[in-house]
C-alpha cells in the first residue's frame, strides 16, 4: 500500500511538470551556451515554495485556495500564491527545472538536491528580528541550511562536481519587504529606536553581511531583488491608505531609499570582488506601473487581491472559508493582500529578468 501511495505521488508529480511545461515557455538563450546546474534561492514569501510547512510558524498557505492554478487546479503547496511563485519561474528562464522545491520537503531526491532548491521561509527578513516575531527561518538560518546543502551535494557526487556546482550556479536573494511592512511600520520595536534613515542602513549593512558570507560559501553568480513598492499592496492601502487606500507613502520612500543603498553595497561589492558577478534586480518600478497601469499589462484589478475580499486577507485569513475569492484571478495583479497571482509574478519576471541574464555571465 506504500509503495502504491508513492507511486500515485510520483505520477501526479510529473504529471504537474508536464502541464506546467506545456503551459510555459522555454528557457531563455544563455549567452555563450552557457548552462546554469542549478538555482539557489534565499528570501521570504515571494520565493517560499513551502518550507514553511514543515516549521512550527503561523505564517503559511498550504491550503485552498493557495495552489488553486497550481498545475492545472487546487494543489496547495506552501506556495503565496494561486500557482507559481518567482522562484520556480526563475528557475524555468535559466533552464534549470520548472518547479523548485523547498529545501525542507522531506521527498526530495538527490536530483533535486543537484539542480537546486529554495531556503526562503515566508515572513523572514534582512533584520532578525523580523524572523524572529514570526517564528520563520532567518537569513543566518537560511545560509547554515544551505551549508548543510553543501554537504549533502558533496557526499553525494564527491567534492570536485560539489564545487563546480556552487560557483556555476545562479543565486537569487529576495528578502526585506516584511522588515518594513512588518517590523518597521507594523510593531514598536524598531521604530521607536530608528528612523527611515538609520533602519534602511541597519538593513543594507545586513544584507552586505549576507552577501559577503555568501561569496565566501562559494556563490559568484548572485542576483539580489530590491524592495518592491509596499505601500501599493492591497494591504498596506488599506492599512495605511486612509478612506480611499491610497499607496502609503512611508513605506515606499523606505524602499525607495533602501534600494539606493543596496545598490551602492552591491557596486562596492562587485569591485572589492572581482570573481563575483553581482546583479541587482529592480522590481520596484515594474511594479509600480503594473499597479498604476493594470490594463497595459492585462490586467483589470491592482488595488486588492483576487482572495475573500482582497483588502487585508493573506495567509491563514486567506483560507477555503473565503467565500468572495474571484474566479479570474488571471484579471488580478494580486492573489491576496500581499502577494501577486502567478500571472503577475510571471510580467514581472519577464520585465526584471529577461534583460539581465546577460549580466551574470
Given at each position: ?43 521570504d514569501s515571494v520565493v517560499d515554495s513551502g518550507n514553511n510547512n514543515y516549521i512550527n510558524t ?101 567534492e570536485k562536481r560539489m564545487e563546480m556546482i556552487i560557483t556555476k550556479s545562479v543565486y537569487i ?60 499592496v492591497p494591504s498596506q492601502r488599506t492599512i495605511r491608505g486612509g478612506i480611499q487606500r491610497g ?115
Amino acid at each position: 500500500m506504500k509503495l502504491l501511495f508513492q507511486n500515485q505521488k510520483l505520477i501526479c508529480y510529473l504529471a504537474t511538470i508536464l502541464i506546467i511545461s506545456l503551459h510555459y515557455g522555454d528557457a531563455l538563450n544563455l549567452p555563450n551556451n552557457e548552462t546554469v546546474p542549478a538555482l539557489i534561492v534565499f528570501g521570504d514569501s515571494v520565493v517560499d515554495s513551502g518550507n514553511n510547512n514543515y516549521i512550527n510558524t503561523i505564517v503559511k498557505c498550504n491550503f485552498e485556495p493557495y495552489g488553486r492554478d497550481f498545475g492545472g487546479g487546487n494543489q496547495p503547496t506552501g506556495r503565496f500564491s494561486n500557482g507559481l511563485v518567482p522562484s520556480d519561474i526563475i528557475a524555468s528562464k535559466f533552464g534549470v527545472k520548472k518547479i523548485l522545491p523547498a529545501y525542507l520537503d522531506p521527498n526530495l531526491q538527490l536530483q533535486d538536491l543537484l539542480t537546486g532548491v529554495s531556503f526562503a521561509s515566508g515572513g523572514a527578513g534582512y533584520d532578525p528580528l523580523t524572523s524572529k516575531l514570526a517564528s520563520v527561518i532567518s537569513l543566518s538560518e537560511q545560509l547554515n541550511m544551505f551549508k548543510e546543502y553543501k554537504n549533502k551535494i558533496k557526499k553525494a557526487v564527491g567534492e570536485k562536481r560539489m564545487e563546480m556546482i556552487i560557483t556555476k550556479s545562479v543565486y537569487i536573494v529576495c528578502i526585506g519587504s516584511d522588515d518594513i511592512a512588518n517590523t518597521y511600520a507594523q510593531s514598536p520595536f524598531r521604530s521607536a529606536e530608528y528612523d527611515i534613515p538609520s533602519y534602511t542602513d541597519l538593513l543594507a549593512s545586513y544584507a552586505s553581511n549576507f552577501l559577503q558570507e555568501l561569496y565566501g560559501l562559494g556563490g559568484r553568480r548572485i542576483g539580489v531583488i530590491g524592495m518592491p513598492n509596499i505601500g501599493c499592496v492591497p494591504s498596506q492601502r488599506t492599512i495605511r491608505g486612509g478612506i480611499q487606500r491610497g499607496c502609503s507613502d512611508l513605506e515606499n520612500q523606505a524602499a525607495t531609499l533602501f534600494n539606493s543603498k543596496l545598490v551602492s553595497q552591491i557596486e562596492a561589492f562587485q569591485h572589492q570582488f572581482l570573481e563575483a558577478k553581482l546583479v541587482y534586480l529592480d522590481i520596484y518600478n515594474p511594479l509600480m506601473d503594473i499597479t498604476q497601469n493594470p490594463t497595459k499589462y492585462g490586467f483589470e484589478v491592482s488595488d486588492r487581491g483576487c482572495c475573500g475580499t482582497g483588502n487585508i486577507e493573506v495567509s491563514v485569513l486567506c483560507n477555503h472559508y473565503s467565500s468572495d475569492t474571484c474566479s479570474n484571478p488571471s484579471s488580478y495583479v494580486f492573489w491576496d493582500s500581499y502577494h501577486p497571482t502567478q500571472e503577475a509574478y510571471n510580467v514581472l519576471c519577464s520585465m526584471v529578468i529577461d534583460d539581465k541574464i546577460k549580466d551574470f555571465f
